[in-house]
């Protein structure tokens, strides 16, 4: 283990594992490598667990059948604070990856370690109409897998056109009893045969050639205003959730020109996390993948963990 000096005072700190993220597979992570006697710092921008810890109540995390997001997110953070791994609240800016030892610029200081995990995440495009930001976690959702039970019986939509929204909205159907499914054009971008499955639901209706103007509702949400934009009128669907589907944006603007990244600027990664940059491991929705689940991204974390054991051990046996 190297001496570590004080990031706060703007010096520079090495540990033997930098993680980028404090999310579920950046705190998984953290558990392995610091139980596993790495020196390991996680650095978090904001509160750690990511999206899991604003999450109202989650009901697929095995062994807890209901818990809210920020108890779990806690549950994280304690267990990996338990095994000495260090949690440091900073912003990471910048990268330099061009030699054996990694350093992440932050905000705050420099910290630089013999390996880096990335679990930076994305975030889901939001539509930007009034009563959306107001409403997420009171019936607007970005995942039907997690949130879809809540509607039991009742009326929904899921907004976009793409292969996770026809994915989505055919998931949604086990649960409510209507499906509205709107789409701003005329034909929709998903594979040939979800579309095939979604034409055959008697449960869902597609609203072409439409736009959602406002998400309406006060504690909760009662309701979409959506826009014909080919006939310019509008009307009223009474629905109690709106799943929405229109992209994701990974959080990769500080790797510019430091990765490999794939044409919607996800981080490449092998099966084993590794990325472009040998010693550099990108874990969770910071790399293209067909679902962002806490379980994924935890199993994400432990995958890298045991590759960084496996890549010190060549490092230092090449020695």
């Known amino acids: 283990m190297i001496p570590r000096l004080d990031a706060r005072k703007g010096l520079s700190v090495m540990y033997d594992v930098i993680i980028v993220g404090g999310g579920p597979g950046g705190l998984t992570a953290a558990i392995y490598t610091s139980r596993a006697g790495w020196n390991t710092a996680v650095l978090e921008k904001e509160m750690p667990g990511g999206l899991m810890a604003s999450t109202d109540v989650i009901e697929n995390w095995p062994g807890r059948p209901a818990v809210s997001g920020a108890e779990l997110a806690e549950d994280f953070r304690e267990h990996a604070e338990r095994f000495g791994a260090e949690l440091v609240m900073d912003e990471a800016q910048s990268l330099d990856i061009s030699s054996e030892v990694k350093t992440v610029r932050g905000a705050a200081g420099e910290y630089s370690g013999r390996a880096l995990v990335l679990a930076t995440g994305s975030a889901p495009r939001t539509l930007g109409v009034p009563g959306e930001a107001r409403l997420t976690g009171r019936g607007v959702s970005y995942c039907a897998t997690c949130d879809g039970a809540f509607f039991g019986g009742k009326e929904v939509a899921c907004v976009g056109g793409g292969d996770a929204a026809v994915q989505e909205a055919l998931f949604l159907t086990r649960f409510a009893s209507k499906v509205y499914l709107i789409h701003r054009r005329d034909e929709l971008r998903a594979v040939q ?50 799943f929405i589907y229109v992209g994701h944006r990974p959080a990769t603007g500080f790797v510019s020109g430091e990765l490999e990244l794939d044409a919607d600027g996800y981080i490449k990664a092998d099966e084993d996390l590794g990325t472009s940059v040998p ?14 689940q806490i379980a994924t991204a935890v199993g994400d974390g432990a995958t890298a963990a045991m590759a960084i054991e496996e890549y010190f051990n060549q490092t230092t046996a090449g020695r």
């Open 193 to 242: 045969a979800l579309q095939e499955r979604l034409f055959a639901s008697e449960q869902i209706e597609v609203v072409w050639n439409s736009v959602v103007e406002e998400i309406m509702g006060d504690e909760s949400v009662t309701g979409l205003q959506v826009h014909n934009v080919t006939v310019g009128q509008s009307r009223e669907l009474p629905v109690s959730g709106v």
């Open 279 to 292: 010693g550099v491991f990108a874990v969770g929705d910071v790399r293209h993948r067909l679902q962002r």
